[in-house]
């Protein structure tokens, strides 16, 4: 992509209401605008972003055997008056009525209309276990949007629902997800420590919530710090067919202690000593077990193996997708700018062409350009008639991982510019050497 066709638009100084670095930096870097309060416009360098996020869920929801489907963001109110939950939502529910007076809603999750689709198209035990997921943007009128798109009242998330025949099964599911979930997050360059959450009135141990630590986050957490040691996805391999390896990993991956305010445990942390800390943290995902919640009220009923009637039990799985861009930026960031994990960077490489008027530099420049997108390489190449300074400032405040940076000097002497962003690495040397080391 040429910077000078595409549409980028960066500012210096960050918007008065923005308190939070990836709020201010999303506006500075032109990857979203507000429309509305607690709604945004994802411009193209923030879609990149937010659709890169979104493959990576996809593809680790699909590696463990959920299997997607799409439905509608307006719902009619009829499925939660059925499941009793229309009166109870509240005023987060954005109610909606159409001509013919009918009450729809702007749907802030799926449970409600998936157990009824789920309830009509089964007629055995054999339909179950399922995992269903969804992609789709939810609305929840919050009281207070703010933080940009960490707290939205539009936002975009992932839901994931699981019908089993029993909670033995269920457990099988949810350690699925579970282990699922730590994948995601470490492939996007994150730590997400699974901690202990609210179950309601089901009771029990499973619920967990991902937890990013931030000083920005909402919540307070406390956790033992082992979770603060880097962990990548490859130490969260796991056969999610092999049911009694995946519960020895989600045992492996609770024995530590992580909780959130909510669910402290005093006689734990007094164990822990020196070895507690506490931190801020910003939830990305939350995966929750509630039996019979929903089958039961909408008498959703299969005959077991046996021919007995049985009411299937499920849960949810949700990832904020769109949150995931504003937490990824609190983690990963410096005072120039946005520093993208190369995983959900918007382009792989900045190319730089230091001096547009130099004959010689545009067209090594051009030619790099050609070469990096015919190998397939992401590229954003700023070709337009600039300083040098603007533009390596621009680069290093949308963050993406490489910055190549053609110049008169070089281009004299044969070389090229290699910079990482992350590490400020710089490195010369000849075209090809840059072109093999980025494709
Ligand atoms: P929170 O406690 O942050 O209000 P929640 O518990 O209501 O979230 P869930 O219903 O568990 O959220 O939704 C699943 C995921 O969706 C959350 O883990 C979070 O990442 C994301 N999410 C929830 N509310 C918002 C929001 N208003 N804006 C952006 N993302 C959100
Ligand atoms: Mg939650």
């Known amino acids: 992509m040429r910077l000078s066709r595409y549409f980028l638009p960066v500012t210096k100084e960050p918007p008065a209401d ?62 939660w008056r059925d499941t009793g939950r229309y009166d109870a939502y509240g005023p987060e529910m954005l109610r909606i009525t159409d001509r013919q007076d009918r009450d729809l809603l702007y749907g802030p999750t799926n449970e409600d209309m998936l157990t009824a689709i789920f309830r009509n198209a089964s007629n055995s035990y054999r339909d179950l276990p399922r995992i269903l997921y969804h992609i789709q943007w939810k609305f929840r009128d919050e009281i207070r949007p ?64 991902f937890i990013i630590l931030a000083p920005s986050g909402e919540s307070e957490v406390f956790f033992h710090k082992s979770w603060e040691e880097a962990r990548s996805a ?18 492996a991956m609770t024995a530590d202690y992580a909780a959130t305010d909510e669910k402290r445990d005093e006689a734990a942390e007094a164990e822990l000593g020196d070895d507690l800390r506490r931190s801020r943290g910003i939830e990305v995902g939350h995966i929750f077990y509630f039996g019979d919640k929903y089958s039961k009220p909408l008498d959703f009923k299969l005959p077991g193996p046996d021919g007995d009637m049985v009411t299937p039990v499920g849960g ?37 062409n ?22 397939g390489v992401e590229v954003l190449y700023d070709d337009r008639d600039e300083r040098g300074g603007a533009k390596f400032a621009t680069m290093d405040l949308i963050g993406l991982p490489w910055q190549l940076v053609i110049g008169p000097r070089g281009i004299k002497n044969g070389v090229v510019e290699l910079k990482n962003r992350a590490t400020g690495e710089r490195d010369e040397l000849s075209a090809e050497a840059a072109l093999e080391k980025l494709a």
């Open 316 to 352: 949810s799985y949700g990832i904020g997708v769109s949150r995931l861009v504003g937490a990824i930026i609190e983690a990963s960031h410096d005072d120039d700018g946005i520093v993208w994990p190369e995983p959900v960077a918007p382009f792989k490489v900045g190319l730089i």
């Open 234 to 251: 490859e130490d969260y391999a796991v056969d999610a067919d092999d049911v009694e390896a995946l519960q020895t990993f989600v045992d």
């Open 18 to 79: 923005a308190q939070i670095v990836s709020h201010k930096l999303m506006l500075r870097a032109g990857l979203v605008r507000q429309t509305s309060a607690g709604i945004y416009a994802w411009l193209p360098m923030g879609h990149r972003v937010l659709r890169k996020i979104e493959q990576i869920v996809r593809e680790e929801q699909d590696r463990t055997g959920a299997i997607e489907m799409l439905m509608p963001t307006i719902q009619s109110a009829d499925y």
């Open 146 to 209: 703010r933080f940009g798109v960490m707290r939205g009242r539009e936002f975009l998330m992932k839901d994931a629902y699981s019908f089993d025949l029993d909670e033995a099964g269920a457990r099988v599911s949810y350690n699925r997800m579970f282990a699922a979930y730590l994948r995601t997050f470490a492939r996007m360059g994150l730590r997400a420590i699974p901690m202990q959450a609210d179950t309601g009135p089901i009771g029990g141990d499973l619920s967990h919530e």
């Open 354 to 375: 230091m001096r547009v008027d130099d004959d010689a530099c545009a067209a090594a420049a051009d030619d790099l350009y050609a070469k990096l997108e015919a190998a």
